[in-house]
């Protein structure tokens, strides 16, 4: 005799909102433990999420926020994927542990891809654990290919870290002011990465409360700026740590300054730390940020899709978090 089993169905993708917040920490808490759990790191349990960091996540997905419900109707799977411009990207994604064996996982990437190809992005990108080899094979089956790590790094806030030049926190601007600023940052922006647009991202940050974005140089003639959170990852968590998630500069000095800068406000903000997702690409940049006093904390690899992949600029340098 055959042994039964009810079919499991799976319905989706259904846009996710606020509503879903609940459901998305726990099934985000689970799988990413588990995951950890699988790689050997038995000790490791992924905390829930801040919930404005949700909100941030979806309203900066928007339409391409997506999950999908089992035959009882509970969540089991989504993915958060995101369009800046010419840069599309997703993350986080995940599957309920109980299900990620029946192919739900390349579903849930091929929705992703066909809504990124369809908003016409160049770039389309993910990052993963590098010492998960079954995830980097997943994802190259599906046509990414492996690039550089994104290297999270840390060093101590202060405010007098290094000699942090004056630079120009937008949030704090009148709304004239604040539109120049804005409009000198995305030309900058379109100087170093054509067709990429971070202007949502800005815009966000200030409704939600999350951080700021900071401009180092003159009105007209920016050299870098950053965009930084201070609202603490973890729900419950405390603001020790202030992040920063895009960073462009004119120049390796640039952004050494824009870093400085950074420190500073996060100890404004009474962090004791400030978190930079460095990009190895540019290993002159890597190597002047650890002698600033930065420590490696954690690594992910960088993928993108053949065929769209990450523009490098052919002067200055652009790190752009692929990670909310």
Not at 155 to 169: C, E, T
Not at 266 to 289: I, K
Request: glycine share 10%.
């Amino acid at each position: 005799m055959r042994s039964w089993q009810v079919e499991k169905a799976v319905r989706g993708p259904f846009p996710a909102t606020e509503r879903d917040v609940p459901a998305l920490n726990r099934l985000f808490a689970e799988a990413f433990t588990d995951r950890y759990r699988r790689d050997g790191l038995v000790g490791v349990r992924v905390p829930f999420l801040n919930p404005a960091i949700w909100q941030y996540a979806l309203a900066d997905a928007g339409d391409g926020a997506m999950i999908w419900r089992d035959e009882a109707d509970r969540l089991v799977a989504f993915n958060m994927a995101h369009v800046s411009g010419a840069e599309g990207w997703m993350g986080p994604l995940a599957v309920r542990p109980d299900r990620q064996t029946g192919g739900l996982g390349k579903t849930i990437v091929q929705a992703a891809l066909t809504w990124l190809r369809s908003r016409g992005v160049t770039t389309l990108g993910l990052e993963t654990m590098p010492r998960t080899v079954d995830n980097i094979g997943f994802y190259s089956r599906l046509g990414f290919l492996p690039g550089h790590l994104t290297v999270t790094m840390a060093a101590d806030a202060s405010a007098a870290h290094g000699l942090a030049p004056d630079y120009v926190a937008v949030g704090a601007l009148e709304p004239p002011e604040r539109e120049r600023r804005l409009a000198d940052v995305a030309a900058l922006l379109a100087r170093l990465a054509p067709g990429y647009d971070f202007s949502r991202e800005f815009t966000l940050t200030e409704k939600l409360h999350l951080g700021d974005l900071l401009v180092v140089g003159p009105a007209g003639a920016p050299q870098a700026f950053a965009l930084c959170h201070s609202a603490p990852l973890a729900e419950g968590g405390s603001r020790e740590e202030s992040r920063v998630l895009k960073v462009g500069a004119t120049s390796l000095e640039a952004l050494l300054a824009a870093l400085d800068s950074a420190a500073t406000w996060a100890a404004r903000q009474g962090a004791r730390r400030l978190g930079v997702r460095c990009q190895t690409a540019y290993a002159d940049a890597y190597r002047a940020v650890v002698a600033r006093g930065f420590r490696v904390r954690w690594t992910d690899l960088r993928m993108t899709l053949e065929g769209f992949a990450e523009p490098r600029p052919a002067s200055g340098l652009l790190w752009s978090n692929w990670e909310v």
